[in-house]
């Protein structure tokens, strides 16, 4: 099975998870949802898999979250998943989808427990924090 990784490539950290999976070897399937746009089977099965909600999954900072009202608990996870599908930035990313499993990978070094080779080191995330050390040991 391939490695999945809906992808922001405006996101920092979906570009430090983008790093680690090619790092590992791996080729994965990129998908930019925010392009791509999201349909509710997959995001219902996504949330399923990765053991998520439509609140747990919302995007609350850079997001239009706030304005759309989603941040009042009384909302619905109906009423968020339709935002979802109107406005594809109110999903968290990255999430991953690996045959280890389905993930949100906040923080990105999430991504290392579905990859089945820890890429070498050292390697750090854009910022230059230690992902993994000089020994290929993960760091944080």
């Known amino acids: 099975m391939t490695i999945v990784i809906h992808h922001n490539p405006d996101c920092g950290t979906s570009r430090n998870v983008l790093a680690l999976i090619e790092a590992s070897g791996e080729t994965p399937v990129v998908i930019d949802y925010l392009a791509a ?3 509710r089977p997959q995001l219902l099965a996504l949330f399923a898999a990765a053991d998520l ?3 747990t999954a919302l995007r609350t900072s850079k997001s239009p979250a706030k304005e759309l009202g989603l ?5 619905t996870d109906e009423a968020i998943l339709d935002a979802m599908l109107e406005h594809p930035v109110l999903v ?3 999430i991953v989808c690996a045959p280890k499993g389905v993930r949100l990978c906040r923080p990105s070094e999430a991504v290392l427990d579905l990859l089945d080779t820890i890429p070498p080191g050292p390697m750090n995330k854009e910022d230059g924090t230690p ?3 000089a ?3 993960r760091v944080a």
Do not use: A, F, K, Q
């Not at 941040?71 to 909302?75: P, W, Y």
């Open 37 to 39: 746009g999201w349909t």
């Open 71 to 75: 941040l009042d608990d009384s909302v």
């Open 135 to 137: 020994e290929g040991n």
């Open 131 to 133: 992902l993994i050390d």
């Open 53 to 55: 909600t439509p609140h």
């Open 92 to 94: 968290n990313r990255p």
